[in-house]
Nanobody, 126 residues
């Protein structure tokens, strides 16, 4: 089992930045890809970014690329989401996720992830 705990959310003005953290514990060696998703009020959860650890390849939602960056600190078992140039439409609960599939899976799909955090609230004011 892998446990994921997000932090770093908060209230920020439009144009500001936040860095979310996702600390993994447990059998972290069994995870092969990670991602961030978000869910805005009244909307379905949507893909933000995913990364395959073996290749380092990253995949961003079209609405995000260029403003957000995913990274990892292996020593701390932590995945980060640096969010810049935030917009009010970025307001959502942000979830960290990890998957353990040894075969290729589409990182944009929630079904590709086995482990999920509880989420952290990000609110962007206009």
């Amino acid at each position: 089992q892998v446990q994921l705990v997000e932090s770093g959310g908060g209230l920020v003005q439009a144009g500001g930045s936040l860095r979310l953290s996702c600390v993994a514990s447990g059998r972290t060696s069994s995870t092969y890809h990670s991602g961030w998703f978000r869910q805005a009020p009244g909307k379905d959860r949507e893909f933000v970014v995913g990364i395959r650890w073996s290749s380092g390849n990253t995949y961003y939602a079209d609405s995000i690329e260029g403003r957000f960056t995913i990274s990892r600190d292996n020593a701390k078992n932590t995945v980060y989401l640096q969010m810049n140039s935030l917009k009010p439409e970025d307001t959502a609960i942000y979830y960290c996720a990890a998957g353990s599939s040894l075969t290729w899976v589409p990182l944009r799909l929630e079904s590709s992830y086995v482990y999920w955090g509880q989420g952290t609230q990000v609110t962007v004011s206009s």
